[in-house]
């Protein structure tokens, strides 16, 4: 893992939300006609700050970054001069302060939806829905599932992507009910098989559609070397462009595919490799890299297949839909991604789904350095993602979030009057105790993930 990469692409991403969704709060109050008083990207002592704009806001980057806030001009917090009350915040209507509060986490939300209307537009090139042989015991063994079928459809509803399959997978899964997917062989017959995942656990984690199998088709290719990464394994060794790889360890192969599954376990030891070069035998040795994802370490020797390009456009396609199209699926994407986040959410307090789901700051790191390393299109997509989840989470009607907030002025606006001071300040006990166990949880998660 390249600690440094893995840090900064966290870094920006969260920078990017977290001013996103105070520019949501800062903009609508001032439209509001509030005053604004600082806009902190951070918490605690300032590392930066200058005043500028009408009101002579201050704009600061604090020392503890996990967070931000909008201060505004509030008779709570402070004397307010006379010719200032009416852009007190506590003195605007309860409609004003509802959308000053809710303009946060709303301006998360509308940020994935101009992402993913972008990327749509744009296209993007995704691994098709083709299935391989699933493992007996599996649900989809039992549907009847073959190597090599392509999901058209699940639920009636047409299916272009593996992405797309996995999402509609974790969605039943963590409902705990049936899919009923349409598949198409290579002798173009099109068989409906039903998928019962109500046995396969509410956890969404990477080995979910293992669980399912329903895992990816890996098509047989030789062993012949296409690519020697620099400063690889394989280039130490003495590996080159064209070589076929007979064995490894001691272990006859003559698919890739079994290669690297062999290669993954032999992280960090110094093996024999055996290649054919030019009609001869040659046995060199290699001194397999460690490589570390997800909290897990695997072996790599640097190499790639020599590519197929009749191979690709049977594993990949490219989705792409015209402006209008886009906008649609972004919203309805975002949208599910959302409900989605708080039907998990609600099945966690209630026990049905494990508290094994919530991920903390390390995980989400940990994704944001893999997506940024897989390329712009992932890394933007991991953006817009934990953007909805900013969003959901904010909206959550726990005091101290937004959420909070927008509960007490709802029961303002049913009881005629403000919530009492009283109230508020054990509600901010309450609230301040739930957030720190969702962090226990979520740090507790972290660790077992890095190290279990």
Same mark, same amino acid.
């Given at each position: /893992?390249?600690?440094?990469?893995?840090?900064?692409?966290?870094? @920006?991403?969260?920078?990017?939300?977290?001013?996103?969704?105070? $520019?949501?709060?800062?903009?609508?109050? %001032?439209?509001?006609?509030?005053?604004?008083?600082?806009? !902190?990207?951070?918490?605690?002592?300032?590392?930066?700050?200058?005043?500028?704009?009408?009101?002579?806001?201050?704009?600061?980057?604090?020392?503890?970054?996990?967070?931000?806030?909008?201060?505004?001009?509030?008779?709570?917090?402070?004397?307010?001069?006379?010719?200032?009350?009416?852009?007190?915040?506590?003195?605007?209507?309860?409609?004003?302060?509802?959308?000053?509060?809710?303009?946060?986490?709303?301006?998360?939300?509308?940020?994935?939806?101009?992402?993913?209307?972008?990327?749509?537009?744009?296209?993007?090139?995704?691994?098709?829905? *083709?299935?391989?042989?699933?493992?007996?015991?599996?649900?989809?063994?039992?549907?009847?599932?073959?190597?090599?079928?392509?999901?058209?459809?699940?639920?009636?509803?047409?299916?272009? !992507?593996?992405?797309?399959?996995?999402?509609?997978?974790?969605?039943?899964?963590?409902?705990?009910?049936?899919?009923?997917?349409?598949?198409?062989?290579?002798?173009?017959?099109?068989?409906?098989? %039903?998928?019962?995942?109500?046995?396969?656990?509410?956890?969404?984690?990477?080995?979910?559609?293992?669980?399912?199998?329903?895992?990816?088709?890996?098509?047989? /290719?030789? &062993?012949?070397?296409?690519?020697?990464?620099?400063?690889?394994?394989?280039?130490?060794?003495?590996?080159?462009?064209?070589?076929?790889?007979?064995?490894?360890?001691?272990?006859? $192969?003559?698919?890739?595919?079994?290669?690297?599954?062999?290669?993954?376990?032999?992280?960090?030891? &110094?093996?024999?490799?055996?290649?054919?070069?030019?009609?001869?035998?040659?046995?060199?040795?290699?001194?397999?890299?460690?490589?570390?994802?997800?909290?897990?370490?695997?072996? %790599?020797?640097?190499?790639?297949?020599?590519?197929?390009? &009749?191979?690709?456009?049977?594993?990949?396609?490219?989705?792409?839909?015209?402006?209008?199209?886009?906008?649609?699926?972004?919203?309805?994407?975002?949208?599910?991604?959302?409900?989605? !986040?708080?039907?998990?959410?609600?099945?966690?307090?209630?026990?049905?789904?494990?508290?094994?789901? *919530?991920?903390?700051?390390?995980?989400?790191?940990?994704?944001?350095?893999?997506?940024?390393?897989?390329?712009?299109?992932?890394?933007?997509?991991?953006?817009?993602?934990?953007?909805?989840? @900013?969003?959901?989470?904010?909206? @959550?009607?726990?005091?101290?979030?937004?959420?909070?907030?927008?509960?007490?002025? &709802?029961?303002?606006?049913?009881?005629?009057?403000?919530?009492?001071?009283?109230?508020?300040?054990?509600?901010?006990?309450?609230?301040?105790?739930?957030? *720190?166990?969702? /962090?226990?949880?979520?740090?507790?998660?972290?660790?077992?993930?890095?190290?279990?």
């Amino acid at each position: /893992m390249n600690l440094p990469f893995y840090i900064g692409a966290f870094a @920006l991403a969260l920078g990017i939300l977290i001013t996103v969704h105070e $520019l949501g709060h800062y903009s609508v109050a %001032r439209l509001c006609g509030v005053k604004v008083l600082r806009f !902190s990207i951070g918490f605690g002592r300032a590392l930066w700050s200058r005043r500028a704009g009408p009101d002579q806001t201050e704009w600061a980057l604090a020392v503890f970054p996990l967070g931000g806030y909008v201060k505004m001009l509030d008779e709570r917090e402070g004397e307010v001069a006379a010719h200032e009350l009416h852009r007190a915040f506590n003195r605007q209507s309860i409609g004003r302060r509802f959308a000053i509060v809710a303009a946060g986490p709303i301006a998360n939300f509308l940020l994935a939806i101009v992402v993913y209307w972008g990327l749509f537009m744009h296209g993007m090139e995704e691994p098709r829905p *083709l299935l391989a042989a699933p493992a007996a015991g599996t649900p989809a063994a039992f549907a009847g599932v073959a190597d090599g079928d392509l999901v058209r459809k699940v639920d009636g509803e047409d299916i272009l !992507s593996s992405q797309e399959l996995r999402w509609r997978v974790a969605q039943a899964a963590v409902e705990g009910r049936a899919i009923q997917i349409e598949t198409i062989n290579d002798a173009h017959e099109i068989s409906v098989r %039903r998928i019962d995942l109500s046995a396969v656990g509410s956890d969404v984690d990477a080995t979910l559609m293992e669980r399912a199998g329903l895992l990816p088709y890996r098509p047989r /290719m030789p &062993t012949v070397v296409g690519t020697v990464s620099e400063g690889s394994a394989a280039e130490k060794a003495g590996m080159r462009i064209g070589d076929r790889v007979l064995a490894v360890s001691g272990q006859s $192969l003559d698919d890739w595919g079994d290669m690297v599954k062999v290669v993954r376990e032999l992280a960090g030891r &110094t093996v024999p490799v055996r290649v054919l070069r030019d009609g001869r035998e040659l046995e060199l040795q290699a001194e397999v890299a460690t490589v570390e994802e997800g909290g897990q370490r695997f072996g %790599r020797l640097g190499i790639g297949p020599t590519p197929d390009p &009749t191979l690709r456009d049977r594993l990949f396609v490219e989705v792409r839909h015209d402006v209008f199209d886009a906008l649609g699926l972004a919203i309805s994407q975002t949208w599910d991604t959302a409900t989605f !986040s708080l039907k998990a959410f609600g099945r966690m307090l209630t026990g049905e789904l494990s508290w094994r789901n *919530l991920s903390g700051p390390v995980t989400i790191a940990d994704y944001a350095g893999q997506s940024a390393a897989m390329g712009a299109t992932h890394y933007i997509k991991f953006i817009a993602l934990i953007s909805i989840s @900013l969003g959901v989470l904010n909206l @959550l009607p726990i005091p101290l979030l937004d959420g909070g907030h927008l509960m007490y002025y &709802t029961i303002e606006f049913l009881k005629g009057g403000p919530v009492s001071e009283r109230v508020m300040e054990i509600g901010q006990q309450v609230g301040l105790a739930i957030l *720190l166990m969702l /962090m226990a949880f979520a740090f507790y998660n972290d660790i077992n993930r890095l190290f279990g």
